[in-house]
Nanobody, 125 residues
């Protein structure tokens, strides 16, 4: 059973920094894409950043040049370095792992989409 566990959230003042970490357990293969999403109170969950196993990255416009996503492929870990935090970054942050894995010689695939429980980030003004 695959589990994702986030850590590193907390309370920080505007302009400060936090580093989120996500550790996966129970997986026997490397995740194709790992990502961070966030959900603020009363809003829909949105993509913050993603990184492929080739280290191709994509960021939401609102966090470009402030946040950096990185990963350790062998350990299926993903990180989010958040700098110059703003009150509007306040949200619950979720780790996600998504992809498709070939599971036998016939080419059958297993599509997966795993989520962590989230870690809270609060930025005070």
């Amino acid at each position: 059973q695959v589990q994702l566990a986030e850590s590193g959230g907390g309370l920080v003042q505007s302009g400060g920094s936090l580093r989120l970490s996500c550790t996966a357990s129970g997986s026997r293969f490397r995740f194709q894409t790992m990502a961070w999403y966030r959900q603020a109170p009363g809003k829909e969950r949105e993509l913050v950043a993603l990184i492929t196993n080739d280290h191709i990255t994509k960021y939401a416009d609102s966090v470009k040049d402030r946040f950096t996503i990185s990963r350790l492929n062998a350990q299926n870990m993903v990180f989010l370095q958040m700098n110059s935090l703003k009150p509007e970054d306040t949200a619950d942050y979720y780790c996600n792992a998504k992809g498709s894995q070939i599971i036998n010689v016939e080419g059958a695939t297993y599509d997966y989409d795993y989520w962590g429980q989230g870690t809270q980030v609060t930025v005070s003004s």
